[in-house]
T-cell receptor, first 117, second 110 residues
Framework: GAVVSQHPSRVICKSGTSVKIECRSL??????MFWYRQFPKQSLMLMAT?????????EQGVEKDKFLINHASLTLSTLTVTSAHPEDSSFYIC?????????????FGPGTRLTVL | GQSLEQPSEVTAVEGAIVQINCTYQ??????LSWYQQHDGGAPTFLSY????GLEETGRFSSFLSRSDSYGYLLLQELQMKDSASYFC???????????FGQGTTLQVKP
């Protein structure tokens, strides 16, 4: 089956630092990857759509200069939270659509729990 | 705006059947998906409906009525491990972009 990995799974950082989260599709190529944020007891909120070789498309209200997304290859997308603050503490999840199949099924990574002190 | 409505909580006993409803109002519609998420984990795909009707996958079935902008997830022979949050999600564009409902917390009791 389609497997998506994320690294790191958990990160604690000081306020003002930047954190990079990697999302990899392990056994398939993903032309499109998605980044979500989920606060406790809440739903997943789409942050941006990441397309290989082009600029990400950000959802309304998401600061593109704060959440930098790079999709350098068909198997890797990265999200960098720049100058992180405590309010950025959340569960960040990526997902990938499978190129050869319908885009109607997304495979999710295990998530990265970010805690900003 | 775009919205998906589903009940916030459902409680049922082991072995029972439970139905989780989802109504949606979105600017685009390509299909309705269902995801399961256990505490601290990532969502896992359960089912997808692109056309009207019932899709069955083991103990789980999902139904869609596009004319009513309505769907449901049916869980049969409930097990304790089914206790989790269940999200309906609409594929709103041909990019595969998903819009999620707020989630339904299912508690299965012995």
């Amino acid at each position: 089956g389609a497997v998506v990995s994320q690294h790191p799974s958990r990160v604690i950082c000081k306020s003002g630092t930047s954190v990079k989260i990697e999302c990899r599709s392990l056994d398939f190529q993903a032309t499109t990857m998605f980044w979500y944020r989920q606060f406790p007891k809440q739903s997943l909120m789409l942050m941006a759509t990441s397309n290989e070789g082009s600029k990400a498309t950000y959802e309304q209200g998401v600061e593109k200069d704060k959440f930098l997304i790079n999709h350098a290859s068909l198997t890797l997308s990265t999200l960098t939270v720049t100058s992180a603050h405590p309010e950025d503490s959340s569960f960040y999840i990526c997902s990938a659509g499978v190129m050869e199949r319908s885009t109607d099924t997304q495979y999710f990574g295990p998530g990265t729990r970010l805690t900003v002190l | 705006g775009q919205s998906l409505e589903q009940p916030s909580e459902v409680t049922a006993v082991e072995g029972a059947i439970v139905q989780i409803n989802c109504t949606y109002q979105t600017s685009g519609f390509y299909g309705l998906s269902w995801y399961q998420q256990h505490d601290g984990g990532a969502p896992t795909f359960l089912s997808y409906n692109g056309l009207d009707g019932l899709e069955e996958t083991g103990r789980f079935s999902s139904f869609l009525s596009r004319s009513d902008s309505y769907g449901y997830l049916l869980l049969q022979e409930l097990q304790m491990k089914d206790s989790a949050s269940y999200f309906c999600a609409v594929t709103s564009s041909n990019t595969g972009k998903l819009i999620f409902g707020q989630g339904t917390t299912l508690q299965v009791k012995p």
